[in-house]
């Protein structure tokens, strides 16, 4: 009997204490992903900050979100490349300043060069031609066109183990490219870690999108102005033209009508009937051009 109410009582305490383990365990979990989702709001928020706040430099907007991102996460380094249309050319405009006691901006920004949209093997011209991520483990593909031996030996020294490349698609047409450098591999980054991952780089585009667009405006804005001044510029002339040209023509056209008038008054002789029509039609035309000339220099003085 004693050996049985042994046994029932082990079970009646080993039970609860495995019940009490698994919601314990259930909790820390819960609570760890609840902490992770925080973060995730949180470098959201600083994230929209950043696209609403009076920064308009491009290049400005990108680095901010490359920084902010380190800090709020466990990613080694982020890059951010542009397309420019013209060049047809993706421009590195932001790399992640220093992660812990490393500067990964400063290490890795010589190395980091515009990459043409011809060099097909580059991670960055895939996943836009792919249109998905493009991981690799190499940094070298990534700085095509540095020192392949320093760029590994750069590699080594940032404990890069893994890249991710990821296309910046706004309105159906590219406008960049962004790179996570990680200290492991893809495969151990959690669900969490991927969703974060894809909303960056979604905020990321509309930031850089709407930065353009205001670069955009402000350059137009500027043309307008100049386009204005020039104009402006250009009707002062017209007016000095109009005045200048118009006290001009009166001088020689009032000698004209003079003249005129003296022959048919008979001042040098009597006309014939053909002589006399001829002289009052150019005498009419040459008052017409008269006051026509004096019109102009009317408008000109009211304007």
């Not at 709001?41 to 920064?55: A, E, G, P, T």
């Not at 430099?57 to 380190?70: C, H, K, M, S, Y």
């Not at 006691?101 to 515009?114: A, D, G, Q, W």
């Not at 996943?127 to 493009?134: F, P, T």
Request: glycine share 2%.
């Amino acid at each position: 009997t004693m050996s049985l109410l042994d046994v029932f009582g082990k079970k009646s305490t080993t039970a609860p204490q495995d019940e009490l383990s698994h919601v314990t365990q259930e909790m820390y979990k819960k609570n760890f992903e609840l902490a992770e989702i925080n973060k995730t709001l949180s470098l959201l928020r600083k994230i929209d900050v950043v696209v609403l706040s009076s920064v308009t430099d491009v290049r400005e907007v990108a680095q901010q979100i490359a920084n902010l991102t380190v800090q709020e996460t466990s990613f080694t380094g982020i890059i951010i490349f542009l397309f420019n249309r013209s060049r047809k050319t993706f421009i590195p405009i932001a790399l992640s300043e220093s992660t812990e006691n490393i500067s990964f901006k400063r290490t890795l920004e010589p190395y980091v060069h515009e990459i043409p949209i011809t060099e097909q093997n580059s991670p960055i011209i895939q996943c836009i031609d792919q249109k998905k991520k493009i991981s690799n483990t190499n940094l070298d593909d990534i700085c095509s066109a540095a020192d392949p031996v320093k760029v590994t030996q750069v590699q080594g020294f940032l404990k890069i183990k893994s890249l991710m490349t990821y296309p910046i698609w706004v309105r159906d047409e590219y406008i960049g490219v962004i790179t996570f450098a990680l200290s492991e591999d893809e495969n151990m980054l959690s669900d969490h870690q991927k969703d974060l991952i894809a909303r960056i780089v979604d905020t990321t585009g509309i930031a850089l999108d709407n930065t353009q667009l205001f670069e955009d405006l402000q350059a137009t804005s500027k043309q307008l102005q100049a386009a204005n001044v020039q104009l402006k510029e250009l009707d002062e002339l017209k007016d000095e033209f109009v005045s200048l040209a118009s006290h001009e023509l009166r001088t020689p056209m009032t000698v004209i009508k003079s003249y005129l008038w003296m022959m048919m008054q008979g001042k040098n002789g009597e006309l014939n009937e053909k002589q006399r029509v001829y002289i009052e039609r150019s005498y009419t035309s040459t008052e017409r051009l008269i006051n026509l000339v004096n019109d102009m220099l009317n408008v000109s003085r009211i304007e």
